[in-house]
T-cell receptor
Framework: EPEVTQTPSHQVTQMGQEVILRCVPI?????FYWYRQILGQKVEFLVS????????KSEIFDDQFSVERPDGSNFTLKIRSTKLEDSAMYFC????????????FGPGTRLLVL | GENVEQHPSTLSVQEGDSAVIKCTYS??????FPWYKQELGKRPQLIID?????GEKKDQRIAVTLNKTAKHFSLHITETQPEDSAVYFC????????????FGSGTQLTVLP
C-alpha cells in the first residue's frame, strides 16, 4: 500500500538556521498538508497546498515558513530562521481530494532547535 | 474557525471492556469526522471515519456515532486489547473546501491486561 514518506526522520539545528523538511506524498494525491505536533500536544494544522499554490494556512504559518513543490514528487516545508518554539514533530499528509477525503500522514520529522 | 473538544484526556480500561471517547465540534459546516490512532513516536493512522450523511459506522470492534444536531461524535471500542493502547485523536473537516482537519486534544487510552 502506498505511503507518504518524509525525510529526514530527525533534524537538530541551531536557532536562527534554516531547515527544509521533505515529503513525498502518495502519487495520485492532489492535496498536500503540513501539520505539527509539539511534544504531548495535539496535531495542529500549518498549511494546505493544491495546484502549486497554498490553499489555506493557519496563524502558525507566518513569514518564516514557506512550502514548495519543486518537482513532480516532493513537497517541502522550509523554516527560514528557526526558533526554539519550532521544536516539534512535523507531519506531512496528502489526500486525493480536498477537505472531506481521508488524509494519509507521513511518519514525521522530529525537529529540535537548540 | 472550527474548534474540536475531546474527552477524556486519559482513559484506562480492563482488557475486554469497552472504551468510549467523545468529541464536540463548533462549525456546522464540518461534515467529515475521522479518528486517528497514534502510537508513541509513530504517525497518526486513520482507524475509522464518518461523514455527516450517516449517523453510525462500524468496523469490527470499532464504531463511531455522529449527532449533527448536537455537534458531537464518539468513538466506541469494544472488547479492548492491550494493543489498543495508544493516543486517539478525533478531527473535523469540511469536504466543501480545501480546509484542513482540526484535531481534538487526544485521549491516552491504556488497556490493562
Amino acid at each position: 500500500e502506498p505511503e507518504v514518506t518524509q525525510t529526514p526522520s530527525h533534524q537538530v539545528t541551531q536557532m536562527g538556521q534554516e531547515v527544509i523538511l521533505r515529503c513525498v506524498p502518495i502519487s495520485n494525491h492532489l492535496y498536500f498538508y503540513w501539520y505539527r505536533q509539539i511534544l504531548g500536544q495535539k496535531v495542529e494544522f500549518l498549511v494546505s497546498f493544491y495546484n502549486n499554490e497554498i490553499s489555506e494556512k493557519s496563524e502558525i504559518f507566518d513569514d518564516q515558513f514557506s512550502v514548495e513543490r519543486p518537482d513532480g514528487s516532493n513537497f517541502t516545508l522550509k523554516i527560514r530562521s528557526t526558533k526554539l518554539e519550532d521544536s516539534a514533530m512535523y507531519f506531512c499528509a496528502s489526500s486525493v481530494n480536498r477537505g472531506g477525503e481521508t488524509q494519509y500522514f507521513g511518519p514525521g520529522t522530529r525537529l529540535l532547535v537548540l | 474557525g472550527e474548534n474540536v473538544e475531546q474527552h477524556p484526556s486519559t482513559l484506562s480500561v480492563q482488557e475486554g471492556d469497552s472504551a468510549v471517547i467523545k468529541c464536540t465540534y463548533s462549525d456546522s459546516a464540518s461534515n467529515y469526522f475521522p479518528w486517528y490512532k497514534q502510537e508513541l513516536g509513530k504517525r497518526p493512522q486513520l482507524i475509522i471515519d464518518i461523514r455527516s450523511n450517516v449517523g453510525e459506522k462500524k468496523d469490527q470492534r470499532i464504531a463511531v456515532t455522529l449527532n449533527k444536531t448536537a455537534k458531537h461524535f464518539s468513538l466506541h471500542i469494544t472488547e479492548t486489547q492491550p494493543e489498543d493502547s495508544a493516543v486517539y485523536f478525533c478531527a473535523a473537516g469540511d469536504s466543501g473546501s480545501a480546509r484542513q482537519l482540526t484535531f481534538g486534544s487526544g485521549t491516552q487510552l491504556t488497556v490493562l491486561p
